[in-house]
């Protein structure tokens, strides 16, 4: 997987914008706030229909301006694709490969892989569930269309079961349609948790080894699925909170709920870990996202950095760097000298300053 070519219109802070990248490193330098993780956000957003940050379109688009365009030019197995993405302020996205519109974020999902990683997934393992929730969620997205169709009806009847709950305040005799709710919640939802724990299983199986030499064969790092609910009880549980989510008026159990742990030994490092531990789980985490995308998908995916490297040690910026020689990557960082100082190969620079780039 490479992308050759990125064009925007429009976009941020960038009125018009055309990188064609190495296929090897390629740096995107310069201060802070001139739109070097714009470049990032974009690609992301052409590979998932979603902005990183979870901003809003209108927002996207440049202030000044109705509508942005994103175009991205990639190569997969040797076949060229172009990915036109449309922004409206007033409007839903438009999505086109090769010039054909498609009508839903899964026939794009899967044509472009990325992992994208930023200093705020340094902070995964400490934050609340709902940021490990979403690493998940955006990484089975990328990987599994059903999963995407399973997650999207689950989230859609949560929101109109918690709408129902707080209708029922005023009109009682609503109550008699939860149970239709409830059944269809526990459908998606069960499909939910059984990929969730598949997938748990899939890094596992990679994470080991990759934290045990991360962390200088010191630390054993395994993950645990927590659901907050098991199938075999769904059905009954959800029957039982009723009453409570009336009072509640919202929904109470389920897998929008869950979470997932990380132990090092016996130790929960989500609870009780150093920031050291916490922050080389992290790293581990991204890095088994990669090779899980190479597994699963047979190609090799884009790996964007955004400036995390300032926030590592030298030695987990040695490892970082080490770990993706086959891997095209895009990197913004505020200077150069991380990569002067550990001799690391550079293919190809630019210079962002305020919405511009020079080469």
């Known amino acids: 997987m490479i992308i050759k070519s990125l064009e925007l219109m429009n976009f941020r802070n960038y009125e018009f914008l055309d990188l064609k990248f190495s296929e090897g490193t390629n740096i995107l330098y310069g201060d802070n706030a001139q739109g070097k993780t714009n470049v990032l956000e974009a690609i992301y957003l052409s590979a998932t229909t979603k902005s990183h940050k979870g901003s809003k379109d209108r927002d996207i688009v440049k202030f000044d301006s109705e509508e942005a365009h994103i175009r991205t030019y990639l190569e997969k197995q040797e076949i060229q694709y172009k990915v036109d993405v449309h922004l409206r302020k007033n409007k839903s996205k438009g999505i086109a490969i090769d010039g054909q519109k498609i009508k839903k974020a899964a026939d794009l999902l899967g044509l472009l892989n990325v992992v994208f990683f930023s200093p705020e997934d340094l902070s995964i393992i400490k934050n609340g569930p709902a940021e490990r929730r979403r690493f998940v969620d955006m990484e089975l997205c990328q990987l599994d269309n059903f999963y995407l169709y399973n997650l999207n009806h689950y989230n859609k009847i949560v929101n109109q079961r918690n709408k129902l ?18 059944s269809q919640l526990v459908s998606f939802g069960s499909k939910i948790i059984e990929r969730r724990r598949i997938f748990v299983e899939q890094l596992n199986e990679i994470i080991y080894d990759i934290h045990k030499r991360l962390s200088g064969d010191k630390e054993e790092l395994s993950i645990k699925y927590e659901p907050d609910v098991e199938i075999d009880d769904f059905a009954k549980l959800m029957k039982n909170s009723q009453e409570k989510d009336i009072r509640l008026k919202q929904t109470s159990i389920g897998p929008h709920r869950d979470d997932f742990c990380f132990m090092v030994g016996n ?10 531990q916490q922050r080389t789980a992290a790293l581990s985490l991204k890095l088994s996202e990669i090779e899980l995308v190479k ?6 995916p884009v ?3 955004d400036d995390v490297l300032s926030e590592l040690d030298s030695s987990r910026q040695n490892y970082l760097l080490s770990s993706i020689g086959d891997i095209q990557t895009i990197i913004t960082c505020t200077g150069l000298d991380e990569f002067v100082n550990n001799r690391f190969e550079i293919d190809k620079v630019f210079k962002i300053v305020e919405g511009t780039v020079q080469e």
């Open 303 to 305: 790996l964007l950095l």
């Open 267 to 276: 130790i929960d490092i989500r609870r009780f870990g150093s920031q050291g």
């Open 295 to 300: 597994k699963i998908t047979k190609d090799i």
């Open 165 to 182: 709950l707080k209708d029922m305040y005023f009109k009682p005799e609503l109550k008699e349609t939860l149970n239709i709710w409830d």
